[in-house]
């Protein structure tokens, strides 16, 4: 096996299980429902009336009596109109129909609509021809259909999308109690990092990590506050981690986290929590990219524990930490009952070779529907841990055991970090 000399390697849901034990999520606020997308819901919510509330027509056409149209075709006369929003005048009697648009009231005696497709004018001014025979409740949305007061309408738990949204404004339930969303500190390590349109000096690279984990964040729901680059210098770095568990709900670090001599940030966490409480880890998580890892969960003056994760350098590498452990993280902190992404199966249609070194490989992969209705994957490039097309490619991360790797047409879990094609 192709492992390091001396190297103790933990299982990725072994990381998962202590990083999300000690989160727990943030507390509850009140908000109005236009800003309530992608938030999880604090309590169950409750319709406080019908939904329809009337019963009202899903077509245009005409309200009569369903027993008038047993012997269709027939002649009725037309006794008013309903327009959506305005209310009946008469009742529909024995002979008679009402034309009606759609949404609007059913009219006291009715019982169901003839469809305005299947109708002509009468024979006559103010009379119209039913051609076909309907039953009873034909085009009638009845009151209550959907929800009936005091229905469930969306449980405690739910991540609110559109059609929440709309269905919690029919129902009347313009503020909603929700967690609150986290603010998520964004903070790069290095000496060799340059930010903004400048010249690169020989060993200097652009802050993409920083950029890219703030854009991740956006996508994810969260609120990213962008804390800056500061230099390998461990005064530096420690004031850097205390204005993020200041300032934030969670902080993501990247750099400063592997063995080497300038590696700052595990040393920093350390020191925190020895000074304020709290745990602090160094993992070697058993998968490629993003094997070093540091967490800690600091607590704060006011009593509140504020995960922080040291995330690697490497570009990819610190994308893929942040989808496989700070992701889940963050997610139970707003209050998802069910953190943990999704894996789902998919065809290999390439060879993913590899060699055992008793890692996961997390692949960057691009995810598309096949004919057969199977998802299919396919390399997305290069798989270096530096190599930022390939990430930037990948709509998924394929999941590949320690081993020799899969041939074509092998089944592989993944996990869509991005829209199936």
């Known amino acids: 096996m192709d492992r390091d000399i001396g190297e103790e390697l933990v299982a990725l849901e072994q990381v998962q299980r202590v990083v999300l034990s000690s989160c727990q999520p943030l507390g509850l606020v009140e908000i109005g429902l236009s800003d309530a997308l992608g938030y999880v819901l604090a309590e169950d919510l409750h319709a406080a009336e019908d939904l329809p509330a009337f019963s009202n027509t899903a077509m245009d056409g005409y309200a009569v009596r369903a027993d008038d149209t047993i012997n269709a075709p027939v002649e009725l006369s037309v006794i008013g109109v309903i327009a959506a929003g305005t209310a009946p005048t008469r009742a529909v009697e024995p002979g008679t129909a009402v034309q009606i648009m759609t949404g609007a009231p059913i009219p006291p005696g009715a019982d169901a609509i003839a469809i305005v497709e299947r109708t002509e004018p009468g024979s006559s001014p103010g009379r119209v021809r039913i051609l076909d025979r309907v039953s009873s409740g034909a085009y009638v949305r009845a009151a209550g259909s959907d929800l009936r007061r005091g229905d469930l309408v969306a449980a405690a738990g739910t991540v609110v999308c559109p059609g929440h949204v709309s269905l919690l404004a029919s129902v009347d339930a313009s503020r909603i109690t929700v967690h609150a969303r986290p603010r998520v500190g964004v903070l790069s390590t290095g000496d060799e990092l340059v930010s903004g349109t400048v010249p690169l000096e020989l060993g200097q690279i652009r802050d993409s990590n920083r950029q890219g984990l703030l854009a991740a964040l956006q996508r994810d729901g969260f609120i990213g506050i962008d804390l800056g680059v500061r230099r390998d ?189």
């Open 233 to 421: 210098d461990m005064d530096a770095i420690s004031a850097g981690l205390r204005e993020g568990i200041e300032r934030c709900d969670a902080l993501l670090t990247s750099g400063g986290v592997s063995m080497g001599e300038f590696d700052f940030v595990k040393v920093a966490l350390q020191a925190l929590v020895a000074e304020s409480g709290g745990q602090a880890y160094q993992f070697k998580v058993a998968i490629k990219p993003a094997k070093p890892l540091s967490y800690a969960a600091v607590v704060r003056p006011d009593g509140r524990s504020i995960p922080v994760f040291g995330l690697p350098g490497n570009p990819v590498s610190s994308m893929v930490s942040y989808q496989v452990v700070a992701l889940p993280a963050l997610r139970k902190l707003a209050g998802h009952r069910s953190p943990l992404s999704r894996r789902i199966p998919a065809v290999a249609a390439d060879d993913f070779e590899r060699r055992p070194d008793g890692k996961l490989h997390l692949l960057r992969v691009v995810a598309a529907m096949g004919a057969d209705g199977r998802i299919i994957i396919r390399s997305a490039g290069q798989q270096g841990s530096h190599q930022l097309a390939a990430l930037a490619a990948a709509n998924a991360l394929a999941l590949i055991p320690d081993g020799v790797g899969v041939t074509t047409g092998s089944d592989v879990q993944i996990l869509l970090t991005g829209t199936l094609e």
